[in-house]
């Protein structure tokens, strides 16, 4: 009978794992298209060329959606939706950190000098919410996780293959004339997703030839599009990954890989010097536009002060100074700096002008939050993540709308989920279930082991042996 009960129990053990095995056969790849998708920004530069069958923020709420619903039916069979609310209230930071700036966004709408539509800052950061929400749901897919690294290198080469594309065919996918920016569009957007990438991509706990080869690439493409604050964010992340990669190490191997860090450094050297020797003769290097910006960029590596100070950040940052002194503690309200021909390029200026003081504390204490979250983790890319956040701050100001930065969120918070709460080996899940499966089997035969001694003394008192 354990013979048959066990049996039993295999062939349906069997025919779960098969159903599973279908089901992620469309699964894995639905999800790891919809992550290259919005992670290199084509949902962006689809729209902008009116070729997307929907509207961008129907796509952004529909296409991971649907992950969502299935995640939760699946979790509400197996074990009442708690393995769900479980990652929710682990990456409850991050969450925070958006429901946080959608709920200011909105109660400023009633801000006397607010300037507002339905369409608000405020209505899409909630949006952003549910975005986030949605790429958190993925963390409860376990089989995504062993091709989740691979997914963020494919997204990285994918969008620099599109910047070096604007730069051999000029102005392809830029708005800037002279700049390569890829599908952002925008150069500088252009380079903080690449740095965003290089993040995801990098393996931070060993240093490896092949992920000094991917800070050759990010470098390039961050070049290239001639990004004063994509030059700092990506030479800070470089520096990071090193040092981490570097002390992560047992101290007698620590020389060992300062060799290695020299022969990739001389690599890199190489591997640049032959990239913009292939690239020289491309006309990219010849628009004005271009030689102008590039001659700023390299008096800002050079440390030339005209190089900084005749930046039009620095004429917007005093504009912008100036009006929000008018109203420090409370700001001019949602929608404030949109209505202005141009905008601050400045996180922090955008957030005084909009929310005042009173804000922009707000949102430092959300962002303190999230840093000392990653920190408690011991995520070191997730520190790096928030840090690089902060810098960035100073030269954009659409950062938190700008999906690739909600999608790093929410991979870098399931990261960070497994890390403390690591899945169980394989062998000892099939060793419990086989446990499970035999349970029948090991009791009756307990049970008779203990009874056979006592049977065949009552037999020998009765004289029947």
Aim: aromatic share 14%; charged share 15%.
């Amino acid at each position: 009978m354990s013979y048959y009960h066990s049996r039993k129990l295999k062939r349906s053990d069997i025919s779960i794992s098969f159903g599973r095995s279908l089901i992620h056969l469309f699964l894995i790849p639905y999800v790891s298209l919809i992550t290259v998708f919005f992670l290199t920004s084509t949902d962006f530069y689809m729209s902008n060329h009116q070729m997307l069958p929907a509207a961008p923020i129907i796509l952004a709420l529909g296409l991971p959606g649907a992950i969502l619903l299935y995640v939760f039916c699946k979790d509400i069979v197996r074990d009442q939706g708690k393995g769900l609310l479980s990652l929710y209230a682990f990456s409850k930071e991050a969450v925070l950190f958006y429901y946080i700036i959608s709920v200011m966004g909105i109660l400023y709408c009633f801000h006397p000098g607010a300037n507002v539509s339905i369409v608000n800052n405020g209505t899409l950061q909630a949006l952003n919410l549910v975005f986030l929400l949605s790429f958190l749901s993925f963390g409860r897919i376990g089989s995504l996780q062993r091709y989740i690294r691979f997914i963020f290198i494919i997204s990285l080469l994918a969008y620099f293959v599109t910047v070096i594309l604007d730069v051999v065919y000029v102005d392809l996918f830029t708005r800037v004339t002279g700049r390569a920016a890829g599908f952002a569009v925008n150069p500088n957007t252009g380079a903080f997703t690449l740095v965003l990438l290089l993040i995801l991509s990098l393996d931070w706990n060993r240093l490896r030839v092949a992920d000094m080869l991917l800070c050759c690439i990010t470098a390039i493409g961050v070049f290239v599009t001639f990004s004063r604050g994509g030059l700092v964010i990506c030479s800070f992340t470089i520096a990071a990954y090193v040092c981490s990669a570097i002390l992560k190490v047992r101290s007698g191997e620590r020389l060992k890989h300062v060799v290695k860090l020299l022969v990739c450094s001389l690599l890199v050297y190489v591997s640049i010097a032959a990239g913009f020797a292939l690239m020289g003769g491309s006309r990219f290097f010849s628009v004005f536009d271009g030689k102008e910006r590039l001659e700023n960029v390299l008096g800002f590596v050079q440390g030339q002060d005209d190089a900084v100070l005749q930046d039009s950040r620095v004429y917007l940052a005093e504009q912008y100074y100036q009006h929000a002194l008018k109203s420090p503690i409370f700001g001019y309200g949602t929608g404030y700096s949109d209505s202005q021909p141009i905008g601050p390029h400045n996180l922090y200026l955008l957030l005084w002008s909009d929310y005042g003081i009173v804000g922009l504390l707000v949102v430092a204490y959300a962002c303190f939050r999230l840093l000392s979250f990653f920190f408690r983790q011991k995520e070191t890319r997730g520190v790096v993540f928030v840090l690089i956040f902060a810098i960035e701050g100073f030269f954009n100001d659409d950062i938190l709308m700008f999906r690739p930065f909600i999608i790093s969120l929410a991979f870098l918070c399931i990261a960070a989920y497994y890390k403390a709460n690591p899945p169980q080996d394989l062998h000892e899940v099939v060793e419990r279930h086989a446990k499970k499966s035999t349970v029948y089997a090991s009791v009756l035969e307990r049970w008779r082991s203990r009874t056979r001694p006592a049977d065949s003394v009552e037999a020998l008192g009765s004289g029947k042996v």
